[in-house]
């Protein structure tokens, strides 16, 4: 069983993800392993179906037991069940590349355990700056990983790129790092020319491509200076202050919460949000989606980092 630690938490298991940082001695948060998954659990009145986000099913009980499955665009189904610490992965994947459902067991069933420790789990990446660190969020597609890679040309170490947990302490926020690695689409990697092609690993046939970022990471937890939530402008590129009610959807659109809502509290999801709000400087970041301006974007999000 190999330990690895990703997002301020601990994972021991037997399935080998070289994407992420190895450790040795440690307290385990949770476990991944392999074993049998019944297509039913507890019978068909105590299960309820929590919720649909891209073909992903998620099911759970009185007892709060998930039960989570996935039809990818590939022959394999997905199954896992979730049993206080553990994570069972059903036993029929044994043969599959596991990195084919690392979004769900490094990400959506991450957070679940994240909620637990007291962490807010975001679907976003950043970069780390003279101590501290910048947050970039936004909706899929938005361009957040294509930023992130462009700002480390540029000299910045990432802190992750996938998933990362936010907590508060003494009215102040603070981010654990994610995986070193950027999950990119095919059509990006025509833009990212420098990057070496050796660092390649295929995540998915027509789907995204992950590169290693482990020799540009920042493994160390920053507080957070400034979350940058991407839009998209007509023309001009500009940042613009927004309210703080805005800025709580903003947090809550991009946290990994939606998919397993029903499966945490509701109100300590609500009070996080409302702490990250409170404590950290949230701004808009417009620019045109035009690979011509893309230096421009890059540039201007560059030099307000420097001055902020």
Same mark, same amino acid.
């Given at each position: ?11 021991? =298991?037997?399935?080998?993800? *070289? ?39 998620? !099911?759970?009980? $009185? ?5 989570? +499955?996935? %039809? ?15 994570? @069972? ?8 590349? %596991?990195? !084919? ?12 355990? #994240? ?5 807010? *789990? ?23 990983? =294509? ?15 996938? @998933? ?15 995986? *070193? ?21 295929? +995540?998915? *046939?027509?789907?995204?491509? =992950?590169? #290693?970022? %482990?020799? $540009?990471?920042?493994?160390?937890? +920053? ?11 007509? /023309? ?20 990994? &919460? #939606? ?6 509290? &509701? ?13 950290? /400087? ?24 420097? $001055?902020?």
């Amino acid at each position: 069983m190999n330990k690895y630690k990703v997002a301020g938490l601990v994972i021991e =298991t037997e399935i080998d993800f *070289p994407e992420l940082i190895e450790i040795e001695h440690s307290t385990v948060d949770y476990i991944i392993k392999y074993g049998n998954v019944p297509d039913i659990l507890g019978g068909n009145s105590s299960l309820i179906v929590s919720g649909r986000n891209n073909d992903i099913e998620y !099911y759970y009980n $009185n007892n709060q037991v998930l039960y989570i +499955r996935e %039809i990818f665009h590939s022959p394999y189904l997905f199954k896992c069940l979730i049993d206080n610490n553990e994570i @069972i992965v059903h036993n029929d994947l044994k043969g599959v590349n %596991i990195k !084919y459902y690392r979004r769900l067991l490094l990400g959506s069933i991450l957070s679940i355990f #994240s909620f637990k420790k007291n962490l807010y *789990p975001i679907h976003g990446g950043g970069i780390s700056y003279k101590g501290e660190s910048f947050i970039i969020l936004g909706k899929s597609g938005a361009g957040k990983s =294509t930023l992130n890679m462009l700002l480390q040309e540029r000299g910045f170490k990432t802190i992750g790129d996938d @998933i990362l947990n936010i907590y508060i302490e003494d009215k102040k926020s603070y981010v654990h790092p994610g995986i *070193p690695a950027a999950f990119l689409k095919k059509n990006t990697i025509d833009i990212l020319k420098k990057l070496d092609s050796e660092k390649i690993i295929l +995540r998915k *046939p027509k789907w995204k491509t =992950t590169f #290693s970022t %482990i020799d $540009n990471f920042d493994n160390n937890i +920053r507080q957070i200076r400034k979350i940058y939530y991407l839009l998209e402008s007509d /023309e001009d590129i500009f940042m613009s202050n927004i309210d703080i009610s805005k800025k709580k959807t903003m947090i809550s659109n991009t946290g990994y &919460s #939606s998919m397993v809502y029903r499966g945490i509290d &509701s109100k300590k999801h609500d009070r996080m949000v409302t702490d990250i709000v409170n404590s950290t /400087e949230i701004v808009e970041f417009k620019r045109p989606f035009d690979m011509d301006r893309l230096d421009d974007s890059v540039d201007f999000i560059l030099n307000d980092i420097k $001055n902020t």
